[in-house]
């Protein structure tokens, strides 16, 4: 496999790579919304006797943990795209440069991707722009229901033998 080949080759698994861990944080993002649903369902329900401390505890809870498995995700995808990005500048400025072996630095999946598993804070990158924003409406969302939580009883509508009942009287 000449250079170049091996340029194409560490390009497409970077890609590979960006694929799978965006997936991964899109699955996190649906299994947020649906345990901050359960969360509220359950509230909700007269069976299940869930307190309202105990829930704005919990939801704050689930979006933290959801954030710092969110960062984890984005920081390697952030780091892959980096080296993604180096792969491309080198292979356009070679394309059809001289025969020389010298200008390809790789293949370096495994330490891009060992250098976004150890960053602690996700970089201002393409990854946290576009998603910044879902970020943002989950925490505001999270934050004003714990704050403005109606009471359980006052949001149960009446039931229909309850209003059968109350007519009867």
Known sequence: MDVMEQAHHELGRLQDIIT???????MLRSWLLAVIAGLLAAYYTENIELGSTLLRVALLLVVAVFLVLES???????????R?????????RHRHGPDDASWYDGPRVS??????ARRMW????????LNQWFYMAVVLVVVVTTVSLPPKHAAAPKSAIE???GGAK
């Open 20 to 26: 799978r861990h965006e997936g991964h944080m899109f």
């Open 72 to 82: 984890r995700h984005m920081n390697l995808v952030e780091a892959v795209v980096e």
């Open 84 to 92: 993604a990005s180096r792969v491309e500048d080198s292979i356009r």
């Open 111 to 116: 330490e891009a991707c060992r250098e976004g």
């Open 122 to 129: 996700p970089k201002s990158g393409m990854t946290f722009l």
């Open 163 to 165: 209003k059968v009942q």
